[in-house]
């Protein structure tokens, strides 16, 4: 969709929870912290907004409905608890918008959905339609059959990619931290919050170091990695904690919350979106 027709009509939202802050330290569901995330994303829906909404969750989800103490490390069983996960986790969705008069809809993805012009095209054409009907899209990786080959990694990662499928004005994407620090404010209780950045900006490469927890795969690194995929289409991308007070509601007055990752690129054209997170890269070198 060529966004200055967009922006004539809907402002467009992509909002990325995770597994963090959407379990209970991976026993349960976040019940109350559902409730409140859902309550302020209805409110945006009403306000006249576009959301998509990309939720991590699932395996931890049946990791909890499985009864295991923890998560297992071969492939089948991860493949399991999110196929048992998944149900669970979007029958949650389901009940909750439904509440408020609003309808959700599933999207299942791997790399190659995306990989593929064809199925590339059907899909954003898909959301697009689901948004137009006023439906809620909720898009996860479809763990259930990805493989490390047709993985996209994490759902950071596919948050960048989903705001360039639907040509996205924003990406918020929901942590357990306030935001991007200079320094890790695990280990350093000085580190400083950076509230404004150019998104390209070196410094949050340093910065954003460091790896996920065990819930999840991704950390804050990837974070800035998917700014900088969602800047490929014109979108400017917030990092924000989700379990501050209303802070959906926040960022969509427009108060200053988390980290906000600006974008000075010039967008690229649709097709040179594609092409440059569509594609892997892929390849053998063979030395005789």
């Known amino acids: 969709m060529n966004k200055s027709v967009q922006a004539a009509t809907r402002f467009r939202w992509v909002i990325k929870i995770g597994s963090a802050l959407l379990t209970d330290n991976g026993n349960a569901l ?9 309550g302020q994303i209805a409110a945006l829906r009403s306000s006249g907004a576009d959301v998509v909404l990309v939720s991590s969750g699932a395996v931890a989800e049946g990791i ?20 048992v996960g998944q149900a669970g986790l979007m ?5 909750r918008f439904e509440r408020f008069g609003l309808q959700v809809a599933q999207i299942l993805l791997v790399h190659e959905d995306l990989s ?23 898009v996860n990786e ?18 960048g990619l989903v705001a360039n499928l639907v040509d996205a004005d924003k990406l918020l994407i929901l942590t357990d931290q306030d935001g991007v620090y200079d320094s ?11 509230r404004d950045c150019n998104v390209d ?12 927890g065990a819930l999840g795969r991704g950390g804050m690194q990837t974070k800035v990695t998917a700014a900088r995929l969602a800047a490929r289409s014109g979108t400017v991308t917030v990092i924000a904690n989700g379990n501050a007070e209303n802070i959906i509601e926040r960022l969509a007055s427009g108060e200053a919350c988390g980290t906000l990752l600006r974008n000075k690129r010039k967008p690229m054209a649709a097709r040179k979106q594609w092409l440059a997170g569509g594609l892997k890269i892929q390849g053998k070198l063979l030395l005789d």
Request: no cysteine.
């Open 116 to 138: 593929s012009r064809r199925r590339y095209l059907n899909a954003r054409q898909t959301i697009n339609s689901l948004l137009g009907l006023g439906a809620i899209p909720i």
């Open 142 to 159: 479809n763990d259930s059959v990805a493989t490390d080959e047709i993985r996209f990694g994490d759902n950071d990662t596919l948050a």
């Open 30 to 38: 976040a019940h109350d912290s559902l409730d409140k995330w859902i």
């Open 91 to 95: 029958q949650s969705y389901q009940a």
């Open 64 to 83: 909890q409905r499985l009864g295991w103490r923890e998560r297992p490390n071969t492939l089948h069983d991860l493949q399991a608890a999110a196929a």
């Open 184 to 194: 890790d404010p695990r280990h350093n209780p000085n580190a400083k919050l950076i």
């Open 201 to 212: 900006d070196a410094k949050l490469d340093a910065a954003a170091s460091g790896s996920g």
